[in-house]
């Protein structure tokens, strides 16, 4: 069959679209957000706070990356439930997790994943010690400033 036997085809003339309203988003896209550079080399406690950050990423914990604050090279993230995640620094996946006690004390327990991280939460929320230290009794014993053994007595200076 050849190329002259063939009918064509008749193509439509083409209509200019109709012009509507763009559209709108909630954000500009024409300007997009600035870039956050940091000039010159990352000091010590950035580099804390990054490797901290990749290490609970690696570990899978459940912690935002500016969540991390960090002096020296030791980096700290308090958690919802004003657990302290400590980052000794260095490239490993160890923490250590201080929780509060309801006894106003607070426990410290080694965390490589969410399951050790779980399980010092559960610890210390089941701590039944009485822990007589006065920097570690409750708030209210401490405000009187009685132990379990004492009596209130008068202030020796007035």
């Known amino acids: 069959m050849s190329t002259k036997t ?27 957000l600035p870039v956050r550079r940091i000039v010159g080399p990352p000091n010590a406690a950035q580099l804390a706070e990054a490797r901290a950050a990749l290490a609970s ?16 090279t030791t980096a700290y993230a308090r ?35 969410t399951a050790t991280l779980h399980a010092a939460r559960l610890a210390a929320s089941d701590c039944t010690t009485a822990h007589s230290t006065p920097a570690v009794r409750t708030l209210a014993d401490a405000l009187a400033g009685r132990t ?4 209130p007595q008068e202030h020796p200076h007035g």
């Open 148 to 151: 379990a053994d004492d009596e």
């Open 6 to 32: 063939r009918a064509r085809r008749r193509t439509k003339p083409t209509t200019p679209a109709p012009k509507t309203a763009p559209r709108l988003t909630l954000v500009d896209l024409r300007h997009p």
């Open 57 to 72: 990423a690696m570990a899978r914990l459940p912690i935002p990356v500016l969540a991390w604050h960090a002096t020296g």
């Open 79 to 113: 958690l919802a439930d004003q657990t302290l995640l400590v980052h000794e620094g260095g490239h490993h996946t160890q923490f250590t997790a201080w929780t509060p006690c309801p006894n106003g004390a607070h426990h410290a327990a080694t965390v490589t994943d």
